[in-house]
């Protein structure tokens, strides 16, 4: 209950001293504030708020009497004690697999060897000692400092709290791990850095946010497939119009950074009219710089620089390969052959268009298309050659008389791995589920598609455990939503400044949410001024948090550098 009572003194304090004005909230850049404690409340409801507390414990340990005879675990004793083992084994190492593919257990050397082979000991990246890494760290620590102080006046009051408050932590260095792609034929990794509580985390958090404001100014830049549905409904097909799409080989990695920084200088100077003029540019391209070419991470003892592509991890990856690359479409692409792109539009390094044919020299044009989308900072794409259909994100897209049909497009390799009933999960998360997959599938289908794909989503929310007649109810109840033109099913409320969070770990025979509010309606709300209180309920521990880590746990036999030389020695030596 910490939380509650840090809740309850700080808006108090906020409201005595006339401090609750929020617009200065930004919500991506915020950082709390931990070395500030609020002081105490009012007598009243300091008392108010122990009695509370009080009531709580004895309602825990009613309920505890209560189930004092049962497991409250879902888990049998046997189950939790091959666990406890799996957790000690360092000679085992378990990932979830890419794709979500469900989770792999890999022998720790073999995984280890393979994370060396196939990434670490190759051109895109070099090896550091520990001091080079760590003096590397602390340089560029100073340097952003200086970089902050130097430009301090072109901050706004946010974002140099946010600097401040982040400052103030410890760093650790960010953590490569790899991640099984078990759809691969023969088995191999891909690569992912952790950058959680590393330095320029921070500072890529900033520049991510820096970026928001930069996107609408890329033409192709496109939310979601359903925006691409609004889209399409606004368009005149011609009847000899074709639909292409593309998928960019391996984006960030192949992206080549110096070229991907130039671009987003001209970026920013093709668009400084539409910017705000108290966008800090220089700040910004110094420290993309800097966040770019000096992702340094662990791997075990050992520690590694990326050299080459999109620094893996980063915070701003994504609107990093949107913008530069969108430089290249707005300048390039777009208008050389505006007259044959009736739609082009990307979702990072997925492109998806509307191609109509010139009547002379059409593979020709086509060919120089294609040859442009290719002609920027090293970046290759799979291209789709223009047909009638083609797969955008998670849209089947065809067309039928000049007209576009869509549909749901599911991957052959999807488990849908679904909440099971067993899993210590709020009935809402369930209810949740249901209707944003209803309300997607309903957007994106006509009738009778939407019929199919429904009854599959059914028969495999069975498949998961669930019965018929749990389900049944929920999904009558969306359905009725749908029939009334009630796309919107998740209705969330608009935020409010004055709302009380009570933060609960869920368990089915803990304590619910009508227990908590019934004592919070009794005790503290006639004594706390809120509009609101809601009950936050946060998933207890699960598989994937007890055996999963980005941390590397070696076998005590292994010698992770004796291993890296021996590999060196039997790779081939270049002429």
């Known amino acids: 209950m910490l939380r509650l009572a840090r809740s309850i003194r700080t808006h108090h304090f906020l409201q005595t001293h006339g401090l609750n004005d929020t617009s200065n909230y930004e919500k991506q850049i915020y950082k709390k504030n931990t070395n500030w404690h609020p002081p105490p409340a009012p007598p009243i409801i300091e008392d108010k708020l122990t009695e509370f507390e009080k009531a709580l414990k004895r309602k825990l340990e009613a309920l505890k009497e209560k189930h004092s005879k049962r497991n409250l675990s879902n888990l049998t004793p046997l189950q939790t004690k091959v666990l406890a083992q799996l957790r000690q084994n360092n000679n085992i190492v378990i990932k979830p697999s890419d794709k979500n593919l469900g989770p792999v257990a890999m022998d720790t050397t073999a995984y280890i060897r393979q994370a060396l082979e196939e990434h670490l000991l190759t051109k895109d990246y070099k090896q550091l000692s520990k001091e080079e890494a760590f003096d590397r760290m602390e340089q560029l620590k100073a340097t952003l400092k200086a970089a902050l102080q130097d430009n301090k006046h072109d901050l706004s009051e946010p974002e140099l709290t946010y600097f401040k408050r982040s400052l103030t932590n410890r760093f650790r260095l960010p953590i490569f791990y790899g991640l099984p792609k078990v759809h691969k034929n023969p088995f191999s990794l891909r690569p992912v850095v952790s950058t959680t509580n590393s330095l320029l985390a921070v500072f890529s958090t900033w520049l991510d946010y820096k970026m928001k404001e930069l996107l609408p100014f890329v033409k192709s830049y496109i939310k979601n497939s359903i925006a691409v549905i609004q889209d399409l409904k606004c368009l ?30 001209d970026f920013i100077q093709s668009n400084i009219h539409n910017i705000q003029k108290s966008f800090p540019a220089s700040l910004f391209l110094q420290v993309l710089e800097i966040v770019m070419k000096n992702n340094i991470f662990s791997f075990g003892d050992t520690f590694w620089l990326q050299q080459i592509g999109t620094a893996m991890g980063t915070p701003t990856a994504c609107s990093y390969a949107s913008i530069t690359y969108g430089q290249h479409e707005n300048t390039q692409i777009l208008p050389r052959f505006k007259n044959h792109l009736l739609y082009y539009k990307r979702y990072i390094d997925d492109v998806f268009g509307i191609w109509v044919p010139s009547e002379t020299n059409n593979h020709e044009t086509w060919e120089q298309f294609k040859e442009t989308l290719n002609n920027w900072a090293g970046l290759r794409w799979k291209i789709e050659e223009p047909s009638q259909k083609t797969v955008f994100l998670d849209l089947n897209i065809q067309l039928s008389n000049a007209t576009i049909v869509t549909s749901t497009f599911q991957k052959s390799l999807n488990l849908y791995l679904y909440i099971p009933p067993l899993s210590a999960h709020p009935p809402s998360c369930l209810k949740g589920l249901i209707a944003g997959e209803l309300r997607r599938y309903w957007q994106q289908n006509n009738s009778e598609d939407f019929r199919d794909i429904v009854t599959k989503f059914l028969e495999r929310l069975v498949n998961r455990g669930h019965s018929l007649e749990s389900l049944t109810p929920i999904f009558h109840q969306v359905a009725s939503s749908l029939d009334n033109g009630n796309v919107n099913l998740i209705k969330r409320p608009p935020d409010s400044d004055n709302t009380l969070y009570i933060h609960r770990v869920y368990h089915p025979n803990g304590l619910q949410r009508s227990d908590i509010r019934k004592l919070y309606d009794t005790i503290l709300k006639p004594y706390v001024n809120f509009e609101k209180m809601t009950v936050a309920i946060s ?37």
């Open 539 to 575: 998933r207890p521990t699960n598989l994937r948090d007890m055996l999963t880590s980005a941390k590397l746990k070696a076998p005590p036999a292994l010698n992770l550098s004796n291993l890296i030389v021996d590999i060196k020695q039997k790779q081939p030596k270049d002429p």
């Open 236 to 265: 005149t097909i011609p009847d000899n119009a074709l639909l292409f799409s593309a998928d960019a080989v391996s984006m960030y990695t192949n992206i080549e950074t110096q070229q991907a920084l130039t671009s987003m200088k």
